[in-house]
């Protein structure tokens, strides 16, 4: 192997959904101490800590990366650090602990991701989300991440035709993926009929985004430990993390064409070429299904369908659970849950899982590669991943 790759040897990860009996910090401690665990390393080895962490107002921890020390007197006095990034902060605080140790500055980094949103209304939720939009234009700042994506649901429909239907088989497919995911949010079977259907139980959101379109407001956290090559070999599993790429693009809307997702399609192809794999390789995929037309305008931006045609993926059954290349195995955000800083992290928990034969909820068989795609804002930051199972 390489010596400068660096592997995902450990994970822990809480149950996601609303939690009202645990802190930020609790969470925090709870997946540091399972993450520990599962490497079988002493906390005193770690050697740098990274915590992705959105925030913005949900509670009043602004200063929590030293808050992971509560969960070991060792680990006092090691550098930890906060990463933001707004929906791809998780994401931020991997990049950031990889490149701590390409750097050589670490050989074995833990990197945690928290979020603790329930506390909050879902006007304040929605309030304190909409911080990560572009805020020096009336226009744009007046509008909600919803608002937003059904924006970008109307432009679908007017360039090319209703996504409706196929965003309701999405919400059908990652709502019964979860339901053997012991860890997601969300275990309740939806019909296709209930998710295409404008009713009391599934409004409008924001037209034409209904309910069932939405991601949810999660508690939650996750961790894994990141190690150097050389310190790799030492831990029973090990994940190879054969490729990165990190792509931001505009803030303001106005100055970019949504539905051609740019930022996603160049960090995905970025990621592929990097790890030497096509689409063909890959055995699983995670994405960022913050509203359901974004896992459809993913669909396209990962090359499963042409642009105006990512129905097809589903159509064709390809990302169903028992496709080709299934998407959100673990319920993504529309079921899994979504605590924004957490999420990223999730992703790569839940792969590493997945790769190492012990896979939380529906398992791919003799999977080799998987492929993460985690973002912040409206397809701002883009994070895309190449994880590879290691072979004995």
Excluded: W
């Excluded at 693009?249 to 064409?257: C, K, N, T, V």
Aim: proline residues 4%; contains cysteine.
């Amino acid at each position: 192997m390489a010596k400068n790759t660096v592997s995902i040897v450990a994970a822990g990860h809480s149950r996601f959904g609303r939690v009202t009996d645990l802190t930020l910090e609790d969470l925090i401690v709870q997946v540091t101490r399972e993450a520990l665990t599962d490497a079988a390393v002493d906390a005193s080895e770690i050697d740098a800590i990274f915590l992705g962490h959105f925030n913005s107002g949900m509670v009043p921890d602004g200063f929590p990366a030293s808050l992971v020390l509560q969960a070991d007197p060792a680990l006092r006095f090691k550098p930890a650090t906060r990463c933001e990034n707004a929906c791809a902060s998780g994401s931020a605080a991997i990049q950031a602990g990889i490149n701590a140790i390409l750097s050589g500055s670490a050989d074995l980094v833990l990197v945690i991701g928290a979020e603790k949103m329930t506390a909050n209304t879902t006007a304040q939720v929605t309030k304190a989300l909409a911080g990560a939009g572009y805020q020096n234009d009336t226009e744009e700042s007046g509008l909600s991440f919803p608002q937003l994506f059904g924006l970008a649901a109307q432009q679908y429909l007017q360039r090319y035709q209703s996504p409706l239907a196929s965003m309701a088989k999405i919400a059908v497919k990652n709502h019964a993926n979860a339901l053997t995911n012991p860890l997601a949010q969300m275990h309740k079977a939806m019909s296709f009929e209930h998710c295409n259907t404008v009713s009391e139980s599934n409004p409008y959101i924001a037209e034409p985004l209904r309910l069932t379109d939405c991601s949810l407001i999660t508690d939650g956290a996750a961790a894994i430990v990141l190690a150097s090559a050389e310190r790799a070999k030492q831990f029973r599993r090990e994940v190879l993390i054969r490729a990165t790429s990190q792509v931001n693009d505009f803030l303001p809307i106005s100055q970019r064409d949504l539905l051609a997702f740019e930022g996603p399609q160049r960090a995905i192809q970025n990621a592929l070429r990097s790890a030497q794999v096509t689409l063909s390789d890959i055995n699983f995929a995670e994405v960022h299904d913050c509203f359901t037309i974004a896992e459809l305008l993913i669909y396209e931006a990962m090359g499963l369908a042409p642009r105006g045609e990512g129905h097809r993926a589903l159509d064709d059954g390809i990302v169903q659970a028992d496709g080709r290349l299934p998407v959100n195995l673990s319920g993504g955000l529309k079921a899994k849950g979504h605590p924004v800083g957490a999420t990223g992290v999730s992703m790569h928990a839940m792969a590493f899982r997945q790769l190492t034969a012990e896979a939380v909820g529906i398992a791919v068989p003799d999977a080799e590669f998987g492929l993460l795609f985690n973002m912040g804002g409206m397809a701002v930051a883009n994070y895309a991943s190449v994880l590879q199972a290691r072979r004995a």
